[in-house]
């Protein structure tokens, strides 16, 4: 993950160790491109690894709207200054998190493929029973464990009621040795019930997909639990399109990380019970584009509250404090008209949505609208990182390692 091993970072900082645990047998070299903006460049420079993710980034020049025939409609050039669809920093969500533990791996312990099944607190202490059959004891512990957060559902309730679905449907997959473009610029294309297609090159040779839908009937998602069954789901809903997912759904057959998913938004009252705290998708996943950069952002106010102070509750209700003002507008955009705008239902909207791409494009507008309103985190002026105090502590004064 991402949220995990940046913590790990500050909290060496902090002269705190700590332990991450990740379910697979090693990083994750699945995943898509994820974007930086916000506070997430602020804090990378902060760490020192600005430059080296620099380094990895996409080299996307902006995204393009096509139709069926590959027409396309509408470009928009990627823009520091005003980015639509494309930010400055896009790398592949692999490469980042190996470079979190390529950095972090010197000091600290990551144990791979294992997994917490149920944990037991007491006055001083957590004690994690591990699947393995491993027992261990920890001051504290931090759920990063995204989305689907075990964590969070172990500590506050299996109904999990934080979980919000937004009736979309997400399949991911990388094309392996096919380039559907010799240009660097990503392409989107929208049909009729909610269905919208991404193609980008991962300057590896290789095309990654994402085919999204929000369909009208919910009831049509089925068979979801299985590989074999999502993979089948995948071609009977999108199979009737023409463009280039005849191709890359033909080719998908060779992929190795394919993986499908529901996006849904979790909000939570509170983030912490006792001795355990969430971070990152866990607690907060926001569904707007910006939970990498907010991952990032939130390890850092973590792991500064729990070097100022000596009483984890207090560290937690600071950290709290000072996240929920940068999670509670980006978990709104998601209630806005863009979604549906994005993921038209009907072949009207479809078009209508062509027909807008093509008018902000040609006369500009695009850009200007961005700056002036912005759609997220985009005035880099206005990006404010809250206070944070590294303290390092005597060691007879630190949260027991």
């Known amino acids: 993950g991402i949220a995990g091993p940046a913590l790990a970072f500050w909290l060496n900082r902090a002269g705190l160790k700590s332990v991450v645990v990740e379910r697979s047998d090693g990083i994750r070299m699945a995943g898509q491109q994820v974007d930086l903006k916000g506070p997430g460049p602020v804090i990378a420079r902060m760490m020192g690894m600005e430059e080296t993710i620099k380094q990895k980034t996409v080299p996307e020049k902006g995204v393009t709207i096509e139709d069926d025939d590959r027409v ?77 957060s075990r964590t969070r559902r172990m500590t506050f309730g299996w109904n999990d009621p934080s979980y919000r679905s937004l009736n979309q449907y997400l399949f991911y997959f990388t094309v392996p040795g096919y380039e559907f473009a010799e ?41 979801w639990s299985k590989e074999e069954d999502q993979r089948a789901l995948m071609r009977r809903l999108f199979g009737d399109i023409r463009w280039l997912l005849p191709t890359v759904i033909e080719k998908s057959k060779d992929s190795t990380d394919f993986y499908s998913d529901q996006v849904a938004q979790i909000k939570m009252d509170k983030w912490s019970n006792g001795r355990v705290v969430l971070l990152g998708d866990a607690a907060w996943a926001p569904s707007s584009g910006t939970g990498t950069s907010l991952g990032l952002l939130g390890a850092y106010v973590l792991a500064g509250e729990l070097s100022s102070h000596t009483d984890h509750t207090i560290a937690f209700e600071s950290y709290e404090q000072k996240m929920r003002p940068n999670i509670e507008p980006a978990q709104n955009l998601v209630g806005t008209i863009l979604p549906d705008l994005f993921s038209p239902k009907s072949w009207a909207g479809v078009m209508m949505f062509r027909y807008i791409t093509y008018a902000l494009d040609k006369s500009g507008l695009a850009y200007l609208i961005v700056k002036l309103i912005g759609l997220g985190y985009r005035d880099k002026k206005e990006v404010t990182i809250p206070e944070v105090y590294f303290q390092l502590l005597p060691p007879n004064e630190r949260l027991k390692e």
């Open 72 to 148: 396309e409609w509408a470009r928009f050039a990627s823009n520091p200054d005003a980015p639509i669809l494309t930010e400055e920093i896009e790398i592949l969500r692999s490469d980042l998190s190996q470079l979190l533990y390529d950095e972090t791996r010197p000091y600290t312990e990551y144990i791979f493929g294992d997994y917490i099944d149920h944990m037991e607190e007491t006055a001083d202490r957590v004690t994690v029973h591990f699947h393995s059959g491993t027992t261990r004891d920890f001051l504290l512990v931090v759920g990063a464990d995204g989305i689907g």
């Open 183 to 223: 240009d660097y610029w990503g392409t989107i294309h929208h049909a009729t019930n909610g269905r919208v297609s991404l193609a980008r090159l991962d300057g590896k040779g290789n095309t990654r997909m994402c085919l999204s839908i929000r369909p009208s009937d919910p009831s049509e998602i089925d068979n």
